[in-house]
């Protein structure tokens, strides 16, 4: 089986490893010189995610996460720290790298430098190179955020992400902060992470511009005159899986398909996982006849692995949307009364979201006093 893929970002590359550890002929596309850069991500994974990829963390992992502080500026502020690691923050660059030389070890291709196109109104599909065209059986769209947005334009399912290093030592090392405050961002919470000994990496994403401004307000409200060493801006998919996965013999792999957590963006775990999915039903397929059985295979597994798990975090987005700055602060003075972010931490999942409801809705029963929680509750479950 002759298989292309558009997009040298994780998912075509672990996608494509696995497709060539099993005997098919792959060649990845990707338009940029070099395999992971730029980098737009905060790079907060779990270990399910590093072992998904199959990549060693002593050649990735930068900084490991213990505890996470929560908080609304000059509002409630709570704090838990485990004595276990609870996330990792890897270095996007060399993960990218890891897979591209675990890609090329099983005998795949790498064309860089060079923008491909999938041709949709040709049957089968074809790729579209400035030199002509490509055909091979199989096509994989793994071209991220941008093929994401070419199928779905619409406004809201993406938002405009901006990140800053800042040069901080005095943030602790191995706990993240995560502030709300709908004066600065009505859409999406703002971000903390320590990357290395020296650096914090500060982030967020805005439906509307002027999303760096907001961000450097932010920023100098949390770390006042730090020097910022770089930025990075990207897209950030918050709508959720979008269906379907494959159109003819092209499938769609990671952000392309919309695999993503609609609570983060964070993409890395969902798309990964997808890589392994679609590859593995493509390599069952014996022949090009299958293709199609191989890929609706593939979307059904995904979805029975993820569909409640992003519906839930879709629901909870939009509850998030319509909070104020006054119920996030009932909901984080709640959080702090009942002594509720240890249990989040040590029980909550890092690519399940939905557990930390379970582990709220259990003490919320409990007391059942606070009316935004139940309302948060009643809102989710409807
Ligand atoms: C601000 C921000 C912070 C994030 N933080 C996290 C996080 O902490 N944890 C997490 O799990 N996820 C995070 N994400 C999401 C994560 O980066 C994505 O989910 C992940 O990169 C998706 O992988 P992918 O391979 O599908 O796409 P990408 O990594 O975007 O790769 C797509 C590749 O395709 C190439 N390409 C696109 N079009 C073409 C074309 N026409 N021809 C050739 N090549 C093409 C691109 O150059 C790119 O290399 C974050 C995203 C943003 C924007």
Known sequence: MRVGILGGGPAGLLTGARLASGDADVTVFEEHREIGVPNHCTSVISRETLAEAGVDPERTVVSRLRGVQLGIPGGAVVRYKSDEVRALVIDRPSFDKELALSFLK?????????????????????????????????????????????????????????????????MERDVAEIWVDKRRNPDFFLWCVPVNSEVVRIGSAWRASPAEEMLMKFTMWRFGSAQVVSKYFGPLIVSGYLLPFFDGNAAFVGDSAGQTKPTTGGGLRYGLMAANLAAEALLEASSLIDVKHALSDYQRNWLGTWKREVDWQRSARRLFRLMGNDELNQVLNWIKEEVILPDLVEGGKLDHHASLLRITSKKALLKSGLSVVRSLILGLSS
Not at 120 to 136: T, W
Not at 139 to 160: N, Q, V
């Open 106 to 170: 099983g005998g795949g291709e790498i064309e860089l430098g060079g923008r491909v196109e999938i041709e949709f109104n040709q049957r089968p599909h074809v790729l579209k190179a400035s030199d002509g065209k490509i055909e091979p059986d199989v096509l994989i769209d793994c071209g991220g955020a941008k093929s994401f947005l070419r199928r779905k334009p619409k406004a809201g399912s993406a938002l405009s992400g901006v990140q800053f290093d800042v040069l901080d030592t005095d």
